[in-house]
């Protein structure tokens, strides 16, 4: 039992689960969560935080109702993107890096989201890509061509394919695969990257290859949360989990996913290539990071959404009326009800808007249980 949690709501015997997407997800005394990170080329966008900040409610939800959370969040410091980023500020792939890393745990921390309990970065488990992909060349779930090791993905039976091109992640087709749909697990390395030694010759990992051996290591064969961006959906973890699977057998992957909905400006998806980006640090120079934290948070999970003019400063006078409302005696005798409805909503797909109106409405315990479990006190 958690302290301080709403042990009053449910009895000894009977352990609270979440419900995400419709689906109960039934637990144990622990979850494990599987969180794509980023990768650290660039300063911490709203795009980014949300589904860092979702991540986080998930956790402290599981948390107050007695789950311990094993939760690891990678870094993909192995990648074209930062290779590129790195050498045009004449610096080395790996210090550049850490820069990186460095001002995204800045933010993160402002904005109140805990560090995870493991954060393996890409660069430190290569060996374990090779192994990987030499156990699915194996099992015949790989093949190789000219140095590069590829995985059948053209095989899997309806992969998850999202139909808006914003939940699309991209990896170009390898020239030499079977199928333009068979993704790299390893691949040579271009004169002047960073390069390791494997069976096939020198060279690099595929990106979704570099999260199934990071889950697989730290985790085990299967996790109980995989969580990322509505644009990682497919192809990377349709093609992570499905490298997870033919290694281990073990299906699915994942019991449950939280793919958190595309944050936009003007109907286009925050990204550095769109030069819309609304920088977190900017952002907390002109407001407190709870109301940052609240407007990613007071809208369903999944939906994408438009930063609309004005929607910060709505958000912090929402925070101002919540700490009202929390300072407040309960209305009518106190039993717990109103910070056992709280819970509910929040056990129920992380129903943030439906807590936040029973706080509201209720303040007393009700506004502080909800304040304390998403952050915002």
């Known amino acids: 039992m958690a302290p301080g949690g709403p042990s009053h709501r449910w009895g000894p015997l009977v352990s609270p689960s979440l419900r995400l997407a419709g689906a109960p997800l039934p637990l144990v005394g622990r979850a494990r969560a599987y969180v794509c990170g980023i ?11 949300a589904t860092f900040v979702w991540a986080d409610v998930a956790a402290r939800v599981l948390r107050r109702v007695g789950v311990e959370v094993v939760s690891c969040r990678n870094v993909t410091d192995v990648d074209d993107v ?33 560090a995870p309990t493991h954060e393996p970065r890409a660069h430190n488990h290569v060996d374990g890509v090779v192994a990987l992909a030499s156990a699915l060349v ?20 309806a992969p998850e394919a999202p139909a808006d091109p914003d939940e699309t992640s991209s ?35 595929g990106w979704h290859a570099e999260c199934a051996a990071m889950a697989l290591t730290v985790l085990g064969p299967a996790v109980d949360l995989h969580i990322g961006g509505a644009d990682l959906r497919h192809p990377h973890h ?38 819309n980006l609304l920088l977190v640090g900017e952002l907390l120079e002109t407001h407190p990071a709870a109301a940052v934290r609240l407007l990613l948070l007071d809208r369903p999970w999944a939906r994408a959404w438009d930063v609309e003019r004005g929607a910060l ?36 797909d992380l129903d943030v808007p439906g807590a936040l109106a029973i706080a509201e409405d209720s303040g007393g315990d009700a506004a502080r249980t909800a304040l304390a479990v998403l952050g915002l006190s």
């Open 39 to 49: 990768t650290p080329y660039d300063t911490t966008h709203l795009g980014h935080a």
């Open 82 to 114: 930062l290779d590129a980023a790195a050498e045009r500020a004449g610096a080395r792939f790996d210090s550049f890096a850490a820069v990186g890393q460095f001002r995204f745990d800045r933010d993160m921390a402002a904005l109140g989201v805990r």
């Open 138 to 157: 194996e099992r015949g779930a790989a093949y190789e061509r000219d140095g590069a090791v590829l995985f059948r993905a053209g095989q899997i039976e």
């Open 171 to 205: 990896e170009a087709p390898w020239p030499a695969a079977d199928h333009p749909d068979d993704a790299l697990v390893w691949r040579p390395a271009t004169p002047g990257e960073a390069a390791w030694p494997s069976p096939w010759g020198d060279g690099r990992p």
């Open 238 to 275: 349709t093609h992570q989990a499905a490298m997870a699977e033919a290694l281990t057998g073990v299906r699915p992957f994942a019991r449950a996913r939280l793919h958190v909905g595309t944050v936009r400006v003007d109907g286009q998806k925050m990204a550095k290539s769109a030069g």
């Open 313 to 348: 400063d709505a958000a912090a006078a929402r925070l101002e009326r919540l700490y009202g409302a929390a300072a407040r005696h309960d209305v009518g005798a106190f039993d717990g009800a109103a910070a056992g409805a709280v819970m509910e909503r929040l056990l129920d």
